[in-house]
T-cell receptor, first 110, second 111 residues
Framework: RKEVEQDPGPFNVPEGATVAFNCTYS??????FFWYRQDCRKEPKLLMS???SGNEDGRFTAQLNRASQYISLLIRDSKLSDSATYLC???????????FGTGTQLKVEL | NAGVTQTPKFQVLKTGQSMTLQCAQD?????MSWYRQDPGMGLRLIHY???????DQGEVPNGYNVSRSTTEDFPLRLLSAAPSQTSVYFC??????????FGPGTRLLVL
């Protein structure tokens, strides 16, 4: 079993739609959680950290469920510019050694 | 402030050749790391460094060497290239927080 698992997609949604991605992690000792965004043939960039209480950044909402070991990302009012691959990332602790999921591809269409 | 830079952007090697992928950062970050990204595999950690003079192995270190003589630079050496090392290589750095800043990547093809 992969340490961090994501549905690869692609998720094809119309502009303005709400879309949600889930991610599960296997190590219950994991301490920090993140969503990174990666555009085609570009480097990953931090989208947002994920906090236990849930957090929101504009149209993006991240949730963490430690009991079930999953992380979610909700994107409201999707824009064409949201088209990218979204990487679920977990830090097991003991430094900055991150474990990346394989990513979920989002395509927002007119 | 250039952030994290990597050279070259593209490289084609023959099996058995050696080369060094360069990585530099100008943010005075202590932590630097190298990842490779392959289809369906996600990013996998090759080597990392928590400061000048200190390096350690990640998940997939075989066939690669690193050194960290300065805070700014963290080169990755391929000792004897193999087709299995065809990949996209990303260097990243982070400071006191956990956010990792990635370079633009090096696309390597080993024939």
């Amino acid at each position: 079993r992969k340490e961090v698992e994501q549905d690869p997609g692609p998720f094809n949604v119309p502009e303005g739609a709400t879309v949600a991605f889930n991610c599960t992690y296997s190590n219950s000792a994991s301490q920090s959680f993140f969503w990174y965004r990666q555009d085609c043939r570009k480097e990953p960039k931090l989208l947002m950290s994920v906090y236990s209480s849930g957090n929101e950044d504009g149209r993006f909402t991240a949730q963490l469920n430690r009991a079930s070991q999953y992380i979610s990302l909700l994107i409201r009012d999707s824009k064409l510019s949201d088209s990218a691959t979204y990487l679920c990332v977990v830090n097991r602790g003991g430094g900055n050694k991150l474990t990346f999921g394989t990513g979920t591809q989002l395509k927002v269409e007119l | 402030n250039a952030g994290v830079t990597q050279t070259p952007k593209f490289q084609v090697l023959k099996t058995g050749q050696s080369m060094t992928l360069q990585c530099a950062q100008d943010m005075n970050h202590e932590y630097m790391s190298w990842y490779r990204q392959d289809p369906g595999m996600g990013l996998r950690l090759i080597h990392y460094s928590v400061g000048a003079g200190i390096t350690d192995q990640g998940e997939v270190p075989n066939g690669y060497n690193v050194s960290r003589s300065t805070t700014e630079d963290f080169p990755l050496r391929l000792l004897s290239a193999a087709p299995s090392q065809t990949s996209v290589y990303f260097c990243a750095s982070s400071g006191s927080g956990e956010t990792q800043y990635f370079g633009p990547g090096t696309r390597l093809l080993v024939l």
